[in-house]
């Protein structure tokens, strides 16, 4: 499902009146409550629902403190941050016996795997869309990320 399908999803059901719906699919799995004190919209592949649904509060204060020293430095404010496309388990390396594909200080080309991430059971080798050399790795090794949640910084002179 497209993220403007879900979009259109949410806005349908919004003015139908309906206080919650779930989705369920052998693919993904969502849930949609409405609720005068808080509204929660959860988009999650199904397994992974499971362990994503406890962790959206931690995560979101770590991705606001990751991005807080780009915005305040100067210095870093030329960097380029490579972003998860994906709901999933963030890995550094392809086995646990491994090396990382990549540490701070690697240089890296476009289309060079940084990660893995870990969705529905099928581990997606993420390739970065930049150049240039790694300056900090913003998730632990095993950590959920979200869509769109910043993985790496990267230098790009």
Do not use: H, W
């Not at 999650?44 to 962790?55: D, E, L, M």
């Not at 430095?73 to 016996?97: D, H, V």
């Not at 050399?133 to 913003?138: A, T, Y």
Request: charged share 25%; net charge negative; hydrophobic share 40%.
């Amino acid at each position: 499902m497209k993220a403007k399908e879900i979009r259109d999803l949410i806005d349908f059901i919004s003015g139908s009146g309906l206080e919650e719906v779930n989705i369920e699919t052998e693919e993904f799995k969502i849930r949609v409550k409405r609720n005068p004190e808080s509204a929660i919209t959860q988009v999650a592949a199904a397994p992974a629902q499971i362990q994503a649904t406890p962790a959206p509060a931690p995560i979101a204060p770590q991705v606001e403190n990751a991005k807080a020293p780009v915005q305040d430095s100067s210095n870093e404010s030329n960097l380029l941050t490579i972003k998860s496309p994906m709901i999933g388990t963030f890995y550094r390396s392809s086995n646990p016996e491994s090396d990382v594909f990549v540490k701070v200080g690697d240089s890296i080309k476009a289309g060079s795997p940084v990660c893995i991430i870990e969705a529905m059971k099928l581990f997606n080798e993420i390739e970065s869309e930049v150049a240039g050399k790694i300056v900090k790795v913003l998730v632990e090794d095993a950590e959920p990320v979200e869509f769109d949640q910043p993985l790496f910084l990267v230098d790009p002179s």
